[in-house]
């Protein structure tokens, strides 16, 4: 044990301390705590990022059942510490590693969106046929031709 340590806390051969009552690792092999992002597995050489769709806010964790799915309306590149807003035009739902662009005919002027159902449907008189819009009013229907929605 290192000096200061009670009974249930015990160094392992990389360096790491890990304390046993808690099961969770204190620090990662090189002596630092498991940083936000990251889990440290007991006797791990290096911390291992949260997978994508995940994230940790907190340092020590030991497990990547430590990481915590990706809020909707926000998106999670493995590593994360904190999750991204979903920008607009897309939708992030539970889990999400990337926004999920709005489909074609909907456009979204707000960021944060959890679903496609919350992609606002284009208005009669607008090409909405691309995706990821955040906008309508950039795409009105050529002279001559008739667009619905």
């Given at each position: 044990?290192?000096?200061?340590?009670?009974?249930?806390?015990?160094?392992?051969p990389c360096g790491e301390i890990y304390n046993e009552e808690q099961?969770?690792?204190?620090?990662?092999?090189?002596?630092e705590p498991c940083p936000q992002g990251y889990y440290c597995?007991?006797?791990?050489?290096h911390p291992l990022a949260c997978p994508a769709g995940s994230y940790r806010e907190d340092v020590r964790g030991d497990h990547w059942k430590n990481c915590t799915a990706?809020?909707?309306g926000f998106y999670c590149l493995e590593g994360t510490q904190d999750p991204l807003e979903c920008p607009?035009?897309?939708?992030?739902?539970?889990?999400?590693?990337?926004p999920l662009a709005c489909p074609a005919g909907t456009y979204s002027d707000t960021p944060g969106l959890e679903s496609t159902n919350e992609c606002t449907q284009c208005p009669d008189g607008y090409?909405?046929?691309g995706t990821n819009l955040t906008?309508?009013?950039?795409?009105?229907?050529?002279?001559?031709?008739?667009c619905v929605a």
């Open positions: 044990c290192y000096q200061g340590a009670d009974e249930s806390t015990f160094e392992f099961s969770q690792a204190l620090y990662n092999c090189t002596g597995p007991a006797g791990s050489a990706c809020t909707p607009a035009g897309s939708y992030c739902p539970l889990n999400s590693s990337v090409d909405c046929t906008t309508y009013g950039d795409y009105p229907c050529q002279l001559g031709s008739f």
